[in-house]
T-cell receptor, first 114, second 115 residues
């Protein structure tokens, strides 16, 4: 069964600090991996999409890494801001093209304190 | 607006009533998805529409759930004879083309509460 496990479940950091969120997956075969940011009461917003051939991708202060061999990804947030407080969701896609082939993690709830 | 629009944003209803949730996707997006998000859980796939193809209904949890997409645009998710376990946030997303290569654009969801 395809699974996406995220850690930690929740994280509290101080404004200005860096943090790293983890995503381990068992989806195989694999097409791409996405990170989404979901603010409270809002829908998820795409941060990055990486295919198996990409090791890293950045979007401003967000940098995602992917190791397709170990089936691990991380999302690194640099110089955190209060607005980074949100749930971060890892999504892994199989190549079949079916919508059902998107497997969502349960998310990491990040809280940035002043 | 330019984003995916969902209505209502909140819905409170009594057990046993029927509800209709609406999704207006981004113009030109051929793919439309419905998901359910329960507290502390990952998104649960419900149904997928792609252009004029038959929808993928494989994620619908029971025959009380149905959805349609009229004219390749607006979609309605209907839940009949609602149960308390139907309480969740229902999210709609659209994309330019089918997964897995395109990013999904999500609406802000409908928070459904069954009393």
């Amino acid at each position: 069964k395809n699974q996406v496990e995220q850690s930690p479940q929740s994280l509290i950091i101080l404004e200005g600090k860096n943090c790293t969120l983890q995503c381990n997956y068992t989806v195989s075969p694999f097409s791409n991996l996405r990170w989404y940011k979901q603010d409270t009461g809002r829908g998820p917003v795409s941060l990055t999409i990486m295919t198996f051939s990409e090791n890293t991708k950045s979007n401003g202060r967000y940098t995602a890494t992917l190791d397709a061999d170990t089936k691990q990804s991380s999302l690194h947030i640099t110089a955190s801001q209060l607005s980074d407080s949100a749930s971060y969701i890892c999504v892994v896609s199989a190549p079949s093209g079916s919508a059902r082939q998107l497997t969502f993690g349960s998310g990491t709830q990040l809280t940035v304190l002043p | 607006g330019a984003g995916v629009s969902q209505s209502p944003s909140n819905k409170v209803t009594e057990k046993g009533k029927d509800v209709e949730l609406r999704c207006d996707p981004i113009s030109g997006h051929t793919a439309l998805y419905w998901y359910r998000q329960s507290l502390g859980q990952g998104l649960e796939f419900l149904i997928y529409f792609q252009g004029n193809s038959a929808p993928d209904k494989s994620g619908l949890p029971s025959d009380r759930f149905s959805a349609e997409r009229t004219g390749g645009s607006v979609s309605t998710l209907t839940i009949q004879r609602t149960q308390q376990e139907d309480s969740a946030v229902y999210l709609c997303a659209s994309s330019v083309d089918r997964v897995p290569h395109q990013p999904q654009h999500f609406g802000d969801g409908t928070r459904l509460s069954i009393l």
